[in-house]
C-alpha cells in the first residue's frame, strides 16, 4: 500500500465516521490485496489524528483480539493495539445518547490503569515486571458502534 493509498483510505474512513455512514468494503470486491498489518496501523494511525479535533488527543492504548481462536479466525498470529481518544474515555456515571450510534454493541473489557511511568526495556514485560507499574486494574466496557458491517 503506498503512501498516498493510506492517505486516500483515511480521508473516505474519516469522512464516513463524521457523516455516520456506515462501513463500507476497502477492499477485495476490485481485486484489491487486504494491506499489510504495517499498512493497516498507518491507516489506524492517521484515521485518529483525522479525529483528534473531536475526539482528543491520546487518552489510553487498548490490546484486542487477544483470543487465540479469534486470532486464528481472523488470520493473526497476536493480539492488535490501538490507541483510545481522551473524548472517548468516560468515568462513572455517566449518560450517553444511544442516538449517536447505529448500531451499537457492548464490550466488556479489563482496564489497567499505569501508575508510574514505565521504562524502556531490552527484553519484553512479564506480568512480574510490569505489576510494579500498574495503579489500579477495573473492570471497563466499551461501546462499539459496527455501523451496519456484517
Do not use: C
Request: charged fraction near 20%; glycine fraction near 10%; charge should be negative.
Amino acid at each position: 500500500m503506498s503512501t498516498n493509498d493510506v492517505d486516500n483510505w483515511a480521508t473516505m474512513l474519516i469522512e464516513d465516521l463524521r457523516a455516520g455512514r456506515a462501513h463500507r468494503a476497502l477492499w477485495g470486491d476490485a481485486g484489491q490485496e487486504p494491506p499489510s498489518l504495517d499498512d493497516a496501523y498507518l491507516l489506524q494511525d492517521a484515521v485518529l489524528a483525522g479525529l483528534s479535533d473531536l475526539r482528543g488527543g491520546v487518552g489510553g492504548y487498548k490490546v484486542a483480539i487477544t483470543a487465540k481462536p479469534m486470532q486464528e479466525m481472523m488470520g493473526l498470529t497476536a493480539p492488535l493495539g490501538g490507541l483510545v481518544h481522551a473524548g472517548d474515555i468516560h468515568a462513572a456515571p455517566f449518560t450517553l445518547s444511544m442516538a449517536a450510534f447505529q448500531t451499537p454493541a457492548l464490550e466488556f473489557e479489563v482496564t489497567v490503569r499505569i501508575g508510574t511511568d514505565v521504562p524502556l526495556s531490552g527484553v519484553p514485560y512479564d506480568r512480574a515486571t510490569i505489576a510494579p507499574f500498574v495503579g489500579e486494574v477495573l473492570t471497563s466496557f466499551e461501546i462499539v458502534d459496527t455501523r451496519g458491517a456484517a
